[in-house]
């Protein structure tokens, strides 16, 4: 039996590491063939994608498809800080908030997880304020209506009052060379850090739009957000009949000033992997994390993570908009019918690719509560 068992496993071995690449290999090439070879509906979109793309007020090709009303996006830094990841994490932010309003997403909340995000809060709030009035949009606004107070912890300080909108802005004119100071008012919630919330308004003004509103959770929202709520149940003795999943999910969107749970959760790394790093760019990126983000809310949520671009495929987009430009039509089509490559930014700024592959996938999606 004993010789049994040693030939078993001096054979298990190898046998593993076999199993092993062959999941590398095929993972290659289902990469490669997802990176040239897109679905004849992609194709079809990417051929009207081009012609449209000397339109300024164009959308992603699932404009037809109702677009999340709150979208989370997670913004993972590296283990090490590296020079240039704030500019990254600002530059990712200001793409999210003009793509939202590109897409009429009605709600994001933004984490990192690590209190990088309330580190460039300051200058991120000045530089989005200067980007939207060069945009010609309104500056930034609290919300018309605060949220609702915490309905059982006492002990969290009331939230600010918003300053009432300005005359120009309830005629809807455009404000854009001239900010108002009410852009630096804000709803706060202190959870061991603040919850900024924030709305921001298209071109056409709250007149005609809801606007965009903006959460950025510190990461106190993680742990401290349960713990609060759990010790406002004990301080007042609240009976247990009293507690239950709808009263729960009432107190956590007060706190971090939900108006509805997310239905989409886009993950993106601040930190690429460098390009001598070839061994690595070639295995499949790790499943997706929540990193901290406050789960309570993530009930029915597509969860999204744009897969790594294979290296120096990037190369082939020369020829492949050469072909697409050719004067031939089979020349032509046999260029939409090819994916152009992804190089993602190296310094790690959210890409324009990964905010459609996630709008893809949502327009895929079909979210209901079980019965």
């Given at each position: 039996m004993s010789i049994l068992n040693h030939i078993i496993r001096t054979l298990s071995f190898p046998i593993f590491i076999l199993l092993h690449l062959l999941f590398i290999l095929s993972s290659l090439f289902l990469r490669t063939y997802q990176t040239f070879f897109p679905s004849s509906s992609e194709s079809q979109n990417s051929i009207l994608e081009d012609e449209l793309e000397t339109t300024r007020n164009r959308t992603?090709?699932?404009?037809h498809i109702k677009p999340p009303k709150h979208l989370a996006l997670i913004f993972v830094p590296s283990k090490k800080r590296k020079n240039g990841e704030k500019q990254a994490l600002i530059q990712s932010i200001l793409n999210a908030v003009e793509w939202s309003l590109q897409d009429d997403i009605q709600e994001i909340s933004i984490w990192d997880g690590q209190g990088l995000i309330q580190s460039v809060l300051p200058n991120l709030m000045k530089t989005l304020s200067n980007s939207m009035s060069r945009n010609n949009t309104l500056p930034l606004s609290p919300p018309s209506t605060p949220p609702n107070e915490p309905t059982q912890d006492n002990n969290i300080p009331e939230l600010e009052e918003p300053s009432s909108p300005?005359?120009?802005r309830k005629q809807g004119k455009d404000l854009c060379d001239n900010v108002d100071n009410s852009s630096s008012t804000s709803t706060s919630l202190s959870l061991g850090n603040e919850v900024r919330s924030i709305i921001v308004y298209p071109k056409s003004g709250p007149s005609s739009s809801k606007g965009l509103k903006i959460h950025f959770l510190p990461p106190s929202c993680s742990d401290e957000l349960i713990s609060n709520i759990t010790k406002s149940y004990i301080d007042k003795n609240r009976h247990l009949d009293?507690?239950?999943?709808?009263?729960?999910?009432?107190?956590?969107?007060?706190?971090?000033?939900?108006?509805?749970?997310?239905?989409?959760?886009?993950?993106?790394?601040?930190?690429?992997?460098?390009?001598?790093?070839l061994f690595k760019s070639l295995l499949p990126r790790s499943p997706p994390e929540l990193w901290g983000y406050p789960f309570w809310t993530l009930r029915i949520t597509e969860i999204y993570q744009y897969p790594s671009p294979l290296p120096l495929l990037h190369h082939l987009n020369p020829?492949?908009?050469?072909?697409?430009?050719?004067?031939?039509p089979f020349l032509r089509k046999l260029g939409y019918s090819i994916n152009l490559p992804i190089k993602l930014d190296w310094q790690g700024v959210l890409d324009k690719e990964e905010w459609k592959g996630s709008m893809r996938a949502w327009s895929k999606v079909e979210q209901r509560l079980g019965k």
């Open positions: 992603i090709h699932t404009r300005s005359p120009q009293m507690i239950d999943v709808k009263s729960i999910d009432k107190d956590i969107k007060d706190q971090l000033h939900f108006t509805s749970d997310p239905e989409l959760l886009l993950i993106h790394h601040l930190q690429q992997p460098k390009s001598n790093s020829l492949i908009s050469t072909l697409r430009s050719s004067t031939l």
